[in-house]
């Protein structure tokens, strides 16, 4: 019984170990997270807009106001649900060009996200 319990934590040890090297490992080529860029939903606004981001960026917006939006490009390349208050939405950019997008139940609530 003594000895188990003098094995119980170096096998916890152990194990622990052997989780944080697995979990500091680096990820296999491609598939890397994508970079991120947030954009926030304020004041009936999107900021920052426009921006400029590579190719293979991922764009998150988030609502900061107190009522719900949308955010859907003009091409319906990408659309959201409607958002909440603190909930986002996210989309990656796999080609160069230059993207306007919308608020459809604000209309007057324009951005651009443009792609080199």
């Given amino acids: 019984m003594r000895r188990a319990r003098l094995l119980f934590p170096a096998l916890l040890g152990l194990l622990a170990a052997m989780l944080g090297l697995v979990a500091a490992a680096p ?10 860029v947030a954009v926030s939903i304020e004041n009936y606004a999107f900021q920052p807009d426009p921006i400029t981001i590579t190719a293979g960026t991922t ?18 390349l990408f659309a959201s649900p409607e958002l909440e208050t603190n909930h986002s939405y996210e989309f990656t950019f796999h080609k160069a ?18 792609v080199k």
């Fill in 27 to 36: 990820l296999p080529p491609g598939t890397s997270t994508p970079p991120k």
């Fill in 59 to 76: 764009v998150v917006w988030t609502n900061r106001d107190e009522v719900t939006h949308t955010v859907v490009s003009a091409g319906k």
């Fill in 97 to 114: 060009g230059t993207f306007p997008y919308s608020c459809t139940l604000h209309p007057e609530m324009k951005g651009k996200v443009i």
